[in-house]
C-alpha cells in the first residue's frame, strides 16, 4: 500500500525554467510534508516542509504547495539550476506516537540542463 | 561539525552471512532512525531509537534484522543469514531531540548479498 506517490519517476528542464515536482498521498491522517533531495552516494538532505494548516510555504526558490482536498503536493523550483539535479522525495511522518516514522514516495530524478 | 557517519559504505555478503552495520549520529542528537531503499524506490522506515530506547522496530521485515543503540549513541543493524531480498542501501537518520525534528540522514551502507 503505497500511501505517499510520486508518478514522474523523471523529470527534465532548462536552466532558468520552473521545475514542478508532484506528489499524492491517500492517508487523510498525515498533517505534515517534507521534501528531501538526494545526490548520488550521499543521504537525503531535507529541503523544505509543510503543515496541513497551511496551503503555501516557500524558501528562497523553492515553494512546496498543499491541496489537501486533493491530496496533493507540490514543489516548484524557480529558477532551476543545473546543481538542483538530484532525486527528490516528498515524504510525510506517520504521526501520533510514530511520528518519525517517515514514508517516502519513489522519488523523482530531476535533471536541469544548462 | 560532522554529520552522520555509517560504516562500512559497501558490503558484499554471500547468502547466509550474517552482517552488521554501524551508525554514528550526530553528536547529542537523541533520536536515531534505521531505513532500507531497495533500488529505485524511496527509503522504507525499519526502526527508530530514543536514546537506548527502542520505541518503533514495526519496520524490521523478519527476525533476522536486529537493531540497537546500548549506550544512546552509535547504533548497530544486525541482518542475521542475510538473503538476496535483504541488497538496498541502508539509512541512518539522526534527530537532535524527539520524532518531530528533522531527521539528518548519512550516505548510507549500500549491502550486496551475492
Known amino acids: 500500500d503505497q500511501q505517499v506517490k510520486q508518478n514522474s519517476p523523471s523529470l527534465s528542464v532548462q536552466e532558468g525554467r520552473i521545475s514542478i515536482l508532484n506528489c499524492d498521498y491517500t492517508n487523510s491522517m498525515f498533517d505534515y510534508f517534507l521534501w528531501y533531495k538526494k545526490y548520488p552516494a550521499e543521504g537525503p538532505t531535507f529541503l523544505i516542509s509543510?503543515?496541513?494548516?497551511?496551503d503555501k510555504n516557500e524558501d528562497g526558490r523553492f515553494t512546496v504547495f498543499l491541496n489537501k482536498s486533493a491530496k496533493h503536493l507540490s514543489l516548484h523550483i524557480v529558477p532551476s539550476q543545473p546543481g538542483d539535479s538530484a532525486v527528490y522525495f516528498c515524504a510525510a511522518p506517520a504521526g501520533g506516537t510514530s511520528y518519525g516514522k517517515l514514508t517516502f514516495g519513489q522519488g523523482t530524478i530531476l535533471t536541469v540542463h544548462p | 561539525g560532522a554529520g552522520v557517519s555509517q560504516s562500512p559504505r559497501y558490503k558484499v555478503a554471500k547468502r547466509g552471512q550474517d552482517v552488521a552495520l554501524r551508525c554514528d549520529p550526530i553528536s547529542g542528537h537523541v533520536s536515531l532512525f534505521w531505513y532500507q531503499q531497495a533500488l529505485g524506490q524511496g527509503p522504507e522506515f525499519l526502526t527508530y531509537?530514543?536514546?537506548?530506547?527502542?520505541?518503533?522496530k514495526s519496520g524490521l521485515p523478519s527476525d533476522r534484522f536486529f537493531a540497537e543503540r546500548p549506550e544512546g549513541s552509535v547504533s548497530t543493524l544486525k541482518i542475521q543469514r542475510t538473503q538476496q531480498e535483504d541488497s538496498a542501501v541502508y539509512l541512518c537518520?539522526?534527530?537532535?531531540?524527539?520524532?518531530?525534528?528533522?531527521?539528518?540522514f548519512g550516505p548510507g551502507t549500500r549491502l550486496t548479498v551475492l
Open positions: 537518520a539522526s534527530s537532535v531531540r524527539d520524532s518531530r525534528d528533522t531527521q539528518y
Open positions: 509543510i503543515s496541513s494548516i497551511k
Open positions: 531509537f530514543q536514546n537506548e530506547a527502542q520505541l518503533d
